[in-house]
């Protein structure tokens, strides 16, 4: 497929629409205080479903988003990653329980979901403050983490799929009951007195100036909104944010390790490295930032197959770029980031699988902006830090246990669906087999 360079104009139906892959265009449109605003194409037919007031989509009109942005932010900030680390240890075990099962078992297995599972658990714990662990690999919370994705990925169709924007379609395909569960399982474990309570509990707080120095995502809102369904659309989008992210990531990690042995290699010796001698170590946020080559491998698989396609401004005033470039007030800009990923260009050989490419000395020779898996600027990614301490940690425990093989002949042959992360979709299976540590 030829590369379509630079920045182009088309046409979605009678509105122009620009489409571009140029990195110092795609920088001045994520930092310009003009572009705050996520497009029509894609906030518009969520708001029907997940709620235009939550921050993912949220208009700045009236600094509408920003001041949102900035109450949350601190529950994801650096001074909190340590006890987020506490958790990924406390539920690491729910997860490596069902991969012993399945290497015992033999064969091969499709692994989607299960990291969504061990991710909801932690984010239950992290962002949402629950005080009992959950574990969704249990059969009851299975069902209802089912009841969950099933509900995400149905509100998310409108803004994949414009067909799915006709209410009628929507619910005709099964979407409207499937998005019901969203809500279903929001009732579950936010059932109304639960939510009010916390938020009087948490401004109560506030007004008796006895708020902890840190505090967890959810209770930043419990403190501040004062709409139990505004909480929970916000919580719901969060989570949605967090868990199918993760599981997204992971899988295609995966898949990649298997196919390409000698980076599997590099990378399990590098965990065993900084685990050490016991498998049951447990890891420091500066244990963590030691895993510079799993951290290349994740990069690399990210940049292979971006899981989030593609993402898009909305240009506030008439904005004059450094190119000379003038786009008109209102138009939107779409950022296609596989495309911006696979540009030979600056990626050579872009099919290859090649981690190397984030060697810093190899990053310091590209544009910041021809690579942005979590997007930059004010509106990017709130959880970058939190996916990737995630995804390392589980990908270092992991690979220090077993080696992950694939039969499949060909990973490109793999289908994906968005919604809106990548979803390997047909015959993604993988094999585990036990390390034995000498
Ligand atoms: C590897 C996993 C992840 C990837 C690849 C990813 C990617 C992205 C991307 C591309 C955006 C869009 C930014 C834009 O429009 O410019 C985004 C936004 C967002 N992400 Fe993530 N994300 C990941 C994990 C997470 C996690 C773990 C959380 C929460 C803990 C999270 C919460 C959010 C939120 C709330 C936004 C909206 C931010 C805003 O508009 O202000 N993400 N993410």
Known sequence: MKFPQGTSRIWLGFKPVIITTDSNVIQEILTSPACFDVADELSVPLKNTITGESLLIASNKDDKWKSQRKILSPGLSASMHPEFLTAFHTHLPNLMEVLDEKCKIGGEFNPDNLFGKFAMGVAFETILDFDVPVNFFQHDHALQYEMFVNGSNAAFQPAVQPKFQIPLMWRFFGYGAEFQKLFDFMEIYFPKMFLKEKMSEWKSYEENGALPKRMK??????????????????????LAAAVDSTDSVLCLALIHLAKFKEVQTK?????????????????????????????????????????????????????????????????SVFIPLHLLHHNPEVFPNPDAFIP???????????????????????????????????????????????????????????????????????????????????
Request: with cysteine; proline share 4%.
């Open 217 to 238: 995502y959810a209770n930043l809102l419990y403190k501040k909104w004062t709409e139990a369904k505004l909480v929970t659309c916000q919580l719901s989008t969060i």
């Open 267 to 331: 990378a399990y010796l590098e965990a065993r490295r900084v685990i050490g001698q016991d498998y049951d170590n447990v890891l420091s946020i500066t244990d963590i930032d030691k895993l510079k080559y799993i951290d290349m491998v994740i990069k690399e698989s990210m940049r292979r197959i971006t899981n989030t396609p593609v993402i898009a401004r909305k240009v506030g005033k008439d904005l004059k770029l450094g190119n000379g470039l003038m786009i008109p007030k209102s138009t």
């Open 356 to 438: 190397e490419r984030f060697l810093p000395e190899n990053v310091e020779k590209r544009h910041r902006y021809a690579y942005q898996p979590f997007s930059s600027g004010p509106r990017n990614c709130i959880g970058k830090k939190y996916a990737m301490i995630e995804v390392k940690f589980v990908l270092a425990k992991l690979l220090y246990k077993f080696e992950v093989t694939s039969s499949m002949e060909n990973i490109d042959d793999l289908n994906f669906e968005y919604a809106p992360f990548a979803k390997i979709r047909g015959d993604f299976r993988i094999g585990l087999r036990e390390r034995r540590h000498i």
